[in-house]
């Protein structure tokens, strides 16, 4: 066992929630592919049955994991009481993606025998998961990498390890085996070890596309790896012409502002028509100042919580100034309103004139706004980014939704919807920076297996054609 442990701190208090000691990854990567050809052999219905009692033992203890990932990451309780959900519900979504997209099938055969398409697991895969949805998202990758029958060691955030163990504890206790599912606690370097490691055979990322891309170069000279990177966003929220302003305002403040900001999918730059801007600003700042800040467990229950840590909200409130000192005109001021805890209120800067807007996901409550004047520029400014995750347009018409769809570079693309609360029922992943193609959600079930294609006959039979005398 390491001497090196990892503490994680509740961001609404500062008190210390959870310690432990660094894992040990070549121990967890041979435990994993030790037991992992067992998991792949048993029928499908078994592994099935498990994971369907893992939800069963998520649901026993729904209130105490709501509790601990809105002390570990600051959201409000009703906010952590939905990812538990999340976390429930993917288990019947990713039984019927299996079926759907990784199933077995019956091909038309050629003259005699059958031809079939089945999917194999690929051994053992890792899971890297952030810290902004600490359970639901490396479970996304988890629950279809153990229907497929791969073995699943999951390293979660350095930042929100205790709700990682509670995950896992809850698959070990509906009857996964312990050396299946493992939970390894560690930090980047224990990331990197379990990236490079021989023994494993998947990457299934979660994070910062700058973490992203050093693992895509990590392993470029590794192909037979299956890597998906689910990254970040600098995504687009554009408003047009609607008469619905309040709604308007709703739907940005929603999507710029949900989990303090931190979501991948988080509205980061409002384009909004000029004609628009004074009526829609006026209530968008209307609503942010009647919005609650505060600790998890508050009452009444806050809108959004804490950043994830000092840290995080010092790099924010520096971006914030970084803007206004090249020209950006604040909108309302980005404050830390308790002292040292990591609270913010909601950044609003207009970057319209600014000298410089450097295209990367800022990770927290800060929106910039930039006006424009045609429809045209609307397109051309929402896609004014390297990434491409998420994107909305809120009003207009149907041929300028149709406009946008049509032009803009990201995975979800939505019409008077938020850019954020995607649906797991459905493909979710971006462009650009924000992915490398392997979309995850529903679609995680192509990553978690690899389609084998054969052609079989019983006995063999065959007779030589053209070209023999
Ligand atoms: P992060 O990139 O800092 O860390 C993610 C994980 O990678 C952690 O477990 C971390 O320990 C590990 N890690 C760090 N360096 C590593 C390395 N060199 N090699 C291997 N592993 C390494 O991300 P974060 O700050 O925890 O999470 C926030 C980020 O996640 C944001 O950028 C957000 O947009 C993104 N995110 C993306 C999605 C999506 O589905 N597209 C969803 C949620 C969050
Ligand atoms: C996220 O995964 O960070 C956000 C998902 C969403 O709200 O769309």
Known sequence: MSETQIISYEPATGAELWR??????????????????QWAAQPLANRIELLRRFANEVRKVQDDFAALIARETGKPLWESRTEVEAVIAKVEISVRAYAERTGQRK???????????RHKPHGVMAVLGPYNFPAHLPNGHIIPALIAGNAVVLKPSEKTPATGEMLVACFHRAGVPQDVVQFLLGGPEEGKALVAHDGVDGVLFTGSAQVGIAINRKLASNPGKIVALEMGG????VVWNTPLVQDAATLIVQSAFT?????????????????????????????????????????PQPFMGPVIDSDTADQLTESFLYL?????KAIRHMRRPQGDLPFLTPGIIDTTGALDRPDVELFGPLLQVVRVDDFDQAIAEANNTRFGLSASLVGGTPQEYNRLWANIRAGIVNWNRPTNGASSAAPFGGVGLSGNHRPAAFYAADYCAYPVASTEMEQPRASVGVGFS
């Not at 990854?25 to 050809?37: E, K, L, S, T």
């Open 324 to 328: 206004i000192s090249h020209g950006g």
């Open 107 to 117: 091909l038309d055969s050629a003259l005699q025998g059958t031809a079939a398409l």
């Open 234 to 237: 600098n995504n687009p929220i």
């Open 20 to 37: 432990g000691a660094v894992g040990d990854v070549d121990d967890a990567v041979a435990r994993a592919r030790a037991a992992w050809p």
């Open 259 to 299: 989990t303090a900001g931190q979501r991948c999918t988080a509205a980061r730059r409002l384009i909004i028509n000029s004609a628009m801007y004074e009526p829609v600003l006026e209530e968008v700042k209307r609503l942010t100042d009647r919005m609650i800040i505060g600790a998890p467990f508050d009452e």
